[in-house]
């Protein structure tokens, strides 16, 4: 069983629509929670950590819930800009910083 | 703020050669990762460094793959010899501490072997 599992997509969404991404991961001492964004042929960077109470950045809210396994984030007002592949990714300690990420949900903001 | 330097970017070879990889990780970064991302899928970590010392090597095909961080700092990551299911990108990641949950990745050098 893969540690992070994730809907690939695509998912192909108009401007200004909310979209939400949710993944589960597999291993019940997982850490941390966070969601990178790729744009294509680029780099992974760090969108946002997830918290247990559930965060919110601007336009981006995260949420955690650890009795299910289960993480989403939610994009409100989806801007063309937006368009990437999300990465949900845990951090579970194994004695080293591991960082396991899912495949990656692509989000393609239509104009 | 200089961020983690790749190269080659790119790298077209044959089956069964050789190949390398060279990474410069954020200056002050203690913390080195090596990751394999095969189309369509996300990063795999093949080996953490702390400084010089391998911290986590368990997911890197050891009879063909290698890598070092001799002085600390930058590192190499070879595949001897490629297999035509190598081809991927291969991300170079820095982080200040090994439990900084933020790893700040290279631009990757995307290899495809033929």
């Known amino acids: 069983r893969k540690e992070v599992e994730q809907d690939p997509g695509p998912f192909n969404v108009p401007e200004g629509a909310t979209v939400a991404f949710n993944c589960t991961y597999s291993?019940?001492?997982?850490?941390?929670f966070f969601w990178y964004r790729q744009d294509c042929r680029k780099e992974p960077k760090l969108l946002m950590s997830?918290?247990?109470s559930g965060n919110e950045d601007g336009r981006f809210t995260a949420q955690l819930n650890r009795a299910s396994q289960y993480i989403s984030l939610l994009i409100r007002d989806s801007k063309l800009s937006d368009s990437a592949t999300y990465l949900c990714?845990?951090?579970?300690?194994?004695?080293?910083?591991?960082?396991?990420f899912g495949t990656g949900t692509r989000l393609t903001v239509i104009p | 703020e200089a961020g983690v330097a790749q190269s080659p970017r790119y790298k077209i070879i044959e089956k069964r050669q050789s190949v390398a990889f060279w990474c410069n990780p954020i200056?002050?970064?203690?913390?080195l990762y090596w990751y394999q991302q095969i189309l369509g899928q996300g990063p795999k970590l093949l080996i953490q460094f702390q400084n010089n010392g391998v911290v986590d090597d368990s997911q890197l095909p050891k009879d063909r793959f290698s890598a070092e961080r001799l002085k600390g700092v930058d590192s190499t990551l070879k595949i001897q010899p490629a297999k035509l299911e190598d081809s991927a990108v291969y991300l170079c990641a820095s982080s200040f501490l090994t439990d900084s949950y933020e790893q700040y990745f290279g631009p990757g050098t995307r290899l495809t072997v033929t």
């Open positions: 291993n019940s001492a997982s850490q941390s």
């Open positions: 990714v845990v951090r579970t300690l194994t004695g080293a910083n591991n960082l396991f």
């Open positions: 200056s002050g970064h203690a913390t």
């Open positions: 997830v918290y247990s």
